[in-house]
């Protein structure tokens, strides 16, 4: 397919795009913090840090840049993203064995940006319910 988005910076800018686009909802209150300029983003090997994504100042996530994806890091409401993504979304994820513990989130092509989202309001909810588990950063 000649239509299908798989280039990471662009996936994390559809990304973006549609995180700030949100005004009402429970998106609504999303930010992005710490944006990088998108032209000097090497992906390298690890990815490239591209944005946060925060909720009234504190970290939720942040995006990364690879060639072929974009990796979205969850840093609170860590417990509700395997199941967010594995369930309709589709999205591989995986747990980061970090502390405080983190999970990853692959977004592989343009369309699964959408879906991405539903992740996101999971890890949102989730944080809001359990701030003090999260607390750890």
Do not use: C, N, Q
Not at 32 to 48: C, S
Not at 98 to 127: N, S
């Amino acid at each position: 397919m000649t239509d299908r988005v798989e280039d990471g910076l662009r996936i994390a800018r559809l990304l973006s795009s549609e995180l700030v686009a949100r005004e009402d909802g429970p998106l609504a209150a999303l930010e992005l913090d710490d944006v990088r300029d998108a032209d000097a983003l090497d992906p390298g090997e690890f990815g490239a840090f591209a944005y946060g994504v925060a909720v009234d100042g504190d970290r939720l996530a942040d995006v990364y840049v690879h060639d072929d994806r974009a990796r979205v890091e969850f840093r609170r409401g860590v417990e509700a993203v395997p199941g967010a993504a594995a369930g309709e979304a589709g999205l591989r994820a995986r747990p980061k064995a970090v502390e405080p513990p983190r999970a990853l989130v692959f977004v592989g092509d343009g369309a699964a940006v959408k879906r991405a989202l539903d992740v996101v309001a999971a890890a949102l909810a989730a944080a809001e319910d359990g701030g003090a588990a999260d607390a750890g950063d």
